[in-house]
């Protein structure tokens, strides 16, 4: 199993930018999938999810209205669209996934399964 995230850069605020997370061993349709972000010095806190149930979507207090998740099933990849962009967003995101039918938003950051190597995202002028 492999979670292959990528994307990240250097944005100004205000920007956008889209991450991707290539899965490969496994069929993200059938998992709870989610991006979690980590910034210097900080712990690592979650972002989005979407449910393999149903395919609703979360999204954390700090992002909502700014970024959105989406995922391809043809190309078994996730999706993190990141509007509006502040300095606050930098850090290194990641992927994750596991195989779970409830509400992702009912899933523990500990029991995700499969974390991707993760993406530097930064937002500066």
């Known amino acids: 199993v492999q979670l292959q995230a990528s994307g990240g850069g250097l944005a100004q605020p205000g920007g956008s930018l889209r991450i991707s997370c290539a899965a490969s061993g496994v069929t993200l349709d059938y998992y709870a999938v989610g991006w979690f972000r980590q910034a210097p010095g900080k712990e690592r806190e979650w972002v989005s999810c979407i449910s393999s149930s149903d395919g609703s979507t979360y999204h954390a207090d700090s992002v909502k209205g700014r970024f959105a998740i989406s995922r391809d099933s043809a190309k078994n990849t996730l999706y993190l669209q990141m509007n509006s962009l502040k300095p606050e967003d930098t850090a290194v995101y990641y992927c994750?996934?596991?195989?779970?039918?409830?509400?992702?938003?009912?899933?523990?950051?500990?029991?995700?399964?499969?974390w991707g190597q993760g993406t530097q995202v930064t937002v500066s002028s």
């Open positions: 994750a996934a596991v195989f779970r039918k409830a509400r992702c938003i009912t899933v523990a950051t500990s029991q995700y399964t499969y």
